[in-house]
Antibody
Framework: QVQLVESGGGVVQPGRSLRLSCSAS????????MHWVRQAPGEGLEWLAF????????YYADSVKGRFTISRDNSGNTLYLQMNSLRAEDTAVYYC???????????WGQGTRVTVSS | QSVLTQPPSVSGAPGQRVTISCTGT?????????VHWYQQLPGTAPKLLLY???NRPSGVPDRFSGFKSGASASLAITGLQAEDEADYYC??????????FGGGTKVTVL
């Protein structure tokens, strides 16, 4: 079965960096585009970034463009999110998710929590 | 401010029918892009509930159904059950090359 397991969250000071990872299993990772989506405490879902199956194209939400970078290692079945210049408003649970064939998000990980605080 | 607009909350008694609206614009739902719905139970990750307006992934009960017209879509839950108490999100694609979500609707079973 499809499994997505995020890691790398934690508490970080404003202005610092953090890299999240998402380990994928149960499907052919290199055949699927992948997303990062976050959810701030008590808030709704916010799409952050998408990467094509082969890593050749990447798209970002305006709120993180220039600060966050999505990447992938298809040989290791792993998705990454490099987060730089973190702000308090980046505090959220970060989900990695698989792209479906109709532009939906068909599978989600359990999320990893990031807290930006001094 | 979410790109897709949903009511913050809806409620109903067990067995009743509730609907959740999702209003977009000409750059997303109104442009003909698919609408999808997600259910998020308390303390858990979201789960795909309906895709392409009204298609249910395996395991989703048929009391969940969806509709789309113009730049709007809706999710209906018929025969509301206590286990349906959750947050529900609509999602589409936007011509700005991004995925967009609604702000979410909390369904309360009275």
């Amino acid at each position: 079965q499809v499994q997505l397991v995020e890691s790398g969250g934690g508490v970080v000071q404003p202005g610092r960096s953090l890299r999240l990872s998402c380990s994928a299993s149960g499907f052919t990772f290199s055949n699927y585009g992948m997303h990062w989506v976050r959810q701030a405490p008590g808030e709704g879902l916010e799409w952050l970034a998408f990467i094509w199956y082969d890593g050749s194209n990447k798209y970002y939400a305006d709120s993180v463009k220039g600060r966050f970078t999505i990447s992938r290692d298809n040989s290791g079945n792993t998705l990454y999110l490099q987060m730089n210049s973190l702000r308090a408003e980046d505090t959220a649970v970060y989900y990695c998710a698989r792209d479906g064939s109709l532009l939906e998000v068909d599978y989600w990980g359990q999320g990893t929590r990031v807290t930006v605080s001094s | 401010q979410s790109v897709l607009t949903q009511p913050p909350s809806v409620s109903g008694a067990p067995g009743q029918r509730v609907t959740i609206s999702c209003t977009g614009t000409d750059s997303n739902i109104g442009a003909g892009y698919h609408v999808h719905w997600y259910q998020q139970l308390p303390g858990t990750a979201p789960k795909l509930l309906l895709y392409d307006t009204n298609n249910r992934p395996s395991g989703v009960p048929d009391r969940f159904s969806g509709f789309k017209s113009g730049a709007s879509a809706s999710l209906a839950i018929t025969g509301l059950q206590a286990e349906d108490e959750a947050d529900y999100y609509c999602q589409s694609y936007d011509s700005s090359l991004s995925r967009v979500f609604g702000g979410g609707t909390k369904v309360t079973v009275l």
